[in-house]
T-cell receptor
Framework: DSGVTQTPKHLITATGQRVTLRCSPRSGDLSVYWYQQSLDQGLQFLIQYYNGEERAKGNILERFSAQQFPDLHSELNLSSLELGDSALYFC??????????????FGPGTRLTVL | AQKVTQAQTEISVVEKEDVTLDCVYETRDTTYYLFWYKQPPSGELVFLIRRNSFDEQNEISGRYSWNFQKSTSSFNFTITASQVVDSAVYFCALSEAGSNDYKLSFGAGTTVTVRA
């Protein structure tokens, strides 16, 4: 158990809908990262938040947004869902903003299925 | 451009065989970090090892060993005397210090199946 929690574990929804994925980092960790694992794109970095602020952006679609709250939990919002958004979404957390010894610990993932 | 290449899509071995997973990376940074993660059928990502670009020493941890060669930009992973529980998808990943975000760039993964 990495100490990172993600809810829900599974989510099934329809095209065009909007969903919110939630991540609670390990106690004391300030950074949260979101990754998407799909059959087409593999595992790819979406976005990082550090202490409430956006720190880095990867291949995140405009239909997707994220935020990190004062209690450091993070939410990933996916809107106007398409079939291709079906994937496993991982959250990871690290102690600092990133760096040589700032290991990322991964949560169990949320499996999103868009029908 | 793909920064991490895992050319082997799938490897199938019989228990007790050794299996080596290849990882080739591409970066212009002089400071970078390489990782291996394991993703068992249950789906979670399990951290196995982190290596920085200045440490080319090979590492052994139980049945796992890693061979880092900067000259060939490779960071290969060997499982010795494989077991059925080693069946998983293994990902190699790169984090570049120059990007200042330390995000992980993953390879496509290699699926290892160990048959009893």
């Amino acid at each position: 158990d990495s100490g990172v929690t993600q809810t829900p574990k599974h989510l099934i929804t329809a095209t065009g809908q909007r969903v919110t994925l939630r991540c609670s980092p390990r106690s004391g960790d300030l950074s949260v990262y979101w990754y998407q694992q799909s059959l087409d794109q593999g595992l790819q970095f979406l976005i990082q938040y550090y202490n409430g602020e956006e720190r880095a952006k990867g291949n995140i679609l405009e239909r997707f947004s994220a935020q990190q709250f004062p209690d450091l939990h993070s939410e990933l919002n996916l809107s106007s869902l398409e079939l291709g958004d079906s994937a496993l979404y991982f959250c990871a957390s690290s102690r600092l903003a990133g760096g040589p010894v700032d290991e990322q610990f991964f949560g169990p993932g949320t499996r999103l299925t868009v029908l | 451009a793909q920064k991490v290449t895992q050319a082997q899509t799938e490897i199938s071995v019989v228990e007790k065989e050794d299996v080596t997973l290849d990882c080739v990376y591409e970066t212009r940074d002089t400071t970078y970090y390489l990782f291996w993660y394991k993703q068992p059928p249950s789906g979670e990502l399990v951290f196995l090892i982190r290596r920085n670009s200045f440490d080319e020493q090979n590492e052994i941890s139980g049945r796992y060993s890693w061979n880092f060669q900067k000259s060939t930009s490779s960071f290969n992973f060997t499982i010795t005397a494989s077991q059925v529980v080693d069946s998983a998808v293994y990902f190699c990943a790169l984090s570049e210090a120059g990007s200042n975000d330390y995000k992980l760039s993953f390879g496509a993964g290699t699926t290892v199946t160990v048959r009893a």
